[in-house]
């Protein structure tokens, strides 16, 4: 019993080998690929589109406001752009 628990423990990583096998990863490869199997249409920034559906899918009640508020909010300033109002930060 002993021996089969030695083996094991000899095929554990340790710290370091850990820490470099993380620096290898290649995380923008690995998030393109779980987007293309859930047919997650993407942009340029997988980490912008990661979080995107992390709200999108949030059930966090206070955060579902603040980005209805976000979007009303946005929405008024654009229907104040086509409308002809000048704000001196855009000139």
């Known amino acids: ?52 559906v992390q709200v999108l899918q949030s059930s966090d009640e206070m955060l579902n406001r603040y980005m209805a508020c976000l979007d009303q909010a946005h929405e008024l300033f654009l229907q104040y752009i086509l409308k002809g109002y000048k704000f001196q930060k855009m000139e």
């Open 1 to 52: 019993m002993d021996e089969d628990a030695s083996k094991d423990e000899s095929q554990l990583l340790g710290d370091d080998e850990i820490k470099d096998f993380i620096k290898e990863l290649d995380v923008e490869a690995i998030s393109k690929e779980v987007f293309r199997l859930f047919d997650v249409k993407i942009g340029l920034d997988t980490k912008l589109s990661l979080r995107k």
